[in-house]
């Protein structure tokens, strides 16, 4: 048993799969193995977060789209009275997800990082016109999206283009992600941010949200500054941080599990 109850953070994410259908080289996603949470478990979990106050769960991976069970994930969560958002590249998104998504007030968020077809550059398959397809499915479904874009070393002058990509859409917000050394990414030269090019991602940011507030939220989500409580695909809890080896094991599957068995006697 773990000395004491972690306060839980209003938001978390769940990784529902390490699979992808893309190949981004910067993903973030740590390096774990391949097990995946069932549908119970994440049941389990649900009330667990409920019984802590959750009020959002970002569903991720890997890509989530790739779980044929993604619309009774988006369902369980949601009558929860947990805000489902599935955080997904958005080229492969079949009408059960956005129906069950609609059915409670879920939300899609993108990771677009190009406002044009040199998208499919950064995911490594081609997509861009099928991401276009499910954003205006989005919009014809009363889907809400927002839009994340990771952010590298040269990659700062685009963001004036990326965000008017996002208001042109009608997402309702676009979150500028700059690139941390985890995954993919670690110890790979092109994505090691000195501390001036983040200053100058966060500065052009402020300007964005300032020009652009009347059509839409500007942010940066910068995980240098943030911790980020995920649930691994495995089913532990983890704050991650900018580097992997920063991260922080908060409890594991079975601890979390037994929280679920608590509640329900
Ligand atoms: S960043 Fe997202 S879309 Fe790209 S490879 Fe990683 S999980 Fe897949």
Redesign the pocket.
Known sequence: MFPAEPRFPPSICLRVTRR?????S????PNTDRSTLTLGEMDVIGAVLESRDLSTIKL????PTTRSDLPRIVTAFGLRGIKPVVIT?GFRIDAPVFGALRAVDGELKF?VHRPGPDNDLV?RVSSFPRILANMEAARALRVPFSINA?VAPGDADRMKEMAAFAVEQGARKISFVPVVPR??ARARPEFEFDAPGVADVRDRVVELAADLEPYIVVRCIDIRKHDYWVIENDGSLWIERSRDEDDVLIMEKNQLMALGGRIRR
């Open positions: 992808c259908n893309a190949a981004c910067f993903c973030q996603a991720s991976g890997g890509e590249n990771s995911l990771v995954g993919r």
